[in-house]
């Protein structure tokens, strides 16, 4: 996993798409096909998990750390199962190209999905599906079925008896929403037999997927619901401190995440059995993982709940020693990618060393001081790192080159490149710094290579507005230039 190779950044819900939302279908084989003549070794996603309109449709936000997202079910597959019918997806929506339409895709996309349920007869495989998932996916969809019986509530909400899981209660609750569990366990099947089949089709043509495991769940999850005693709660099962950073370059107020911390005493009493399963499940889907705010499994910032900003907290520290000591004898083979952008103590250096782990590098960080030796600056590279220009949380090269970078920043980063460089042009200076980097990986973001801007951002870190919503369109999808980022790609040793 570790060869030198290149790979682009793009997640699912940013495919083109003729149903508001990107998804599993043919389009996905479109760009994997794509990523090969591109000579291409890495696809980098984002969370699978299912998402919520409460949450601004972030994948960092979902009620399930396991559960995949059913609006990246492909109707067209659908279609060739036999469980729905090419007329039923004809009549589509007026969807905009340009941006995922969440409001109406989820309409649109559920009606299709309730459709094909109707018509599907369990068969041998769905039952195996059922049983080998059963630790996480029985109390899912029962979970959210409960929740969607009461009108989308949180489970803090639910009768007493339901939110303290009663035995009883349960057992009753089983048999009396029959069909919305079945329903919910189908979603789950469908989404994980698409999903399976698209990345046979990326391993066979060597391109490896990187997924993404987000550090918190939300309080108002499965997990949370099923697993409360492994997180800081009190008496009624509120978070009474919550997560987040402090201050840092993207806030000056930090960023108050409002997640529920975890029990680390608990969860080592127990072998670290949940966030194990967790990591297994990751392991099973992707080839690679990103932890998402690596730092947390170390050491974590709480937060008293009453605050309104990240800044009144304090570090507390986790067992990262023994969590990874203990996955380490689950996995002889840890493929994990930890970000560890921001301040990171030596602590956390000391177990990504000891258990050789990847960190990530950022270009877009790099300029900002006059510093010869910038942790960020390609130079000063090892091998064992994943360059990116950007993530998901930066603005685009271009967006950052117009309306981010300062007169001394690019003075510093022209005399990086050893030359006047041309704003219109400047993403590929950057692409090519990331590609001759000693970094085994370097993970481009699809907006870059296509030199777009500030509106093709994918997220707004402490903004909850027009986030997740970019979307190729058809047009930009002609225009990417397969053969300059081969030619690069092979020229720097990463084909």
Not at 10 to 36: C, N, R, W
Not at 190 to 209: F, G, P, S, T
Not at 233 to 245: C, E, Q, R
Not at 430 to 442: E, H, N, P, T
Request: glycine content about 6%.
């Amino acid at each position: 996993m570790k060869l030198r190779r290149s790979g682009i950044l793009m997640h699912i819900t940013s495919l083109p798409a003729e149903y508001g939302i990107g998804d599993f279908g043919p389009k996905a084989y479109q760009f994997v096909d794509f990523l090969s003549e591109a000579k291409q070794g890495y696809w980098q996603i984002l969370p699978l998990n299912p998402t919520d309109p409460a949450y601004g449709n972030s994948p960092y936000h979902s009620i399930s750390a396991f559960a995949c997202n059913p609006l990246l079910i492909s109707p067209d597959l659908l279609v060739e199962d036999g469980l729905l019918n090419r007329s039923e997806i004809n009549s589509l929506p007026a969807f905009p190209e340009e941006k995922v339409d969440y409001d109406h895709a989820i309409g649109f996309k559920y009606d299709l999905l309730l459709r094909a349920f109707e018509r599907f007869i369990p068969d041998v495989e769905f039952n195996k599906f059922c049983s080998f998932n059963s630790s996480w996916l029985d109390d899912y969809a029962l979970f959210a079925a409960i929740k969607a019986k009461t009108g989308g509530k949180s489970w803090l909400e639910w009768d007493l008896p339901i939110r303290d899981r009663h035995p009883d209660i349960l057992e009753s609750l089983q048999e009396e929403l029959r069909f919305e569990i079945e329903k919910e366990k189908f979603f789950q099947y469908v989404c994980d037999r698409q999903w399976r089949a698209l990345k046979k089709y990326c391993n066979q043509r060597m391109i490896h997927i990187i997924g993404d495991i987000p550090i918190y769940v939300d309080h108002d999850s499965a997990d949370v619901w099923s697993f409360s005693e492994i997180f800081k709660l009190d008496k009624d099962k509120k978070p009474y401190v919550v997560a987040g950073v402090p201050p840092d370059y993207f806030s000056s107020t930090g960023q108050l995440w409002g997640n529920p911390l975890y029990q680390w005493d608990e969860l080592k009493k127990r072998d670290f059995d949940w966030w194990i399963n967790r990591i297994e499940r990751n392991f099973n889907l992707f080839d690679m993982v990103r932890i998402d705010h690596f730092r947390g499994l170390v050491g974590y910032w709480e937060v008293s709940a009453a605050e309104k900003t990240a800044v009144n907290g304090k570090w507390n520290e986790a067992p990262g020693w023994d969590f990874f000591k203990q996955l380490k004898k689950r996995f002889p083979s840890l493929p994990v990618i930890a970000e560890d952008l921001g301040t990171i103590t030596p602590d956390v250096r000391e177990i990504m060393h000891h258990f050789e782990l990847p960190g990530m590098k950022v270009l877009l960080f790099a300029f900002g001081d006059d510093d010869p030796m910038h942790p960020y600056l390609p130079h000063t590279y090892e091998e064992n790192y994943v360059v990116y220009t950007g993530t998901h949380d930066n603005n685009t090269i271009q967006g950052w080159i117009q309306n981010e970078a300062g007169f001394e920043e690019k003075k510093r980063l022209s005399r990086y490149l050893g030359k006047e460089f041309s704003e219109k042009d400047i993403h590929w200076d950057l692409i090519r710094l990331a590609m001759v980097s000693v970094a085994f990986a370097s993970i481009l973001p699809l907006q870059d290579i296509l030199g777009l801007g500030a509106e093709s951002r994918m997220n707004r870190p402490a903004s909850d507005k027009c986030n997740w919503e970019w979307k190729l369109t058809s047009e930009q999808q002609t225009q990417i230039p397969v053969d300059r980022l081969a030619g690069m790609t092979e020229t720097y040793g990463r084909a």
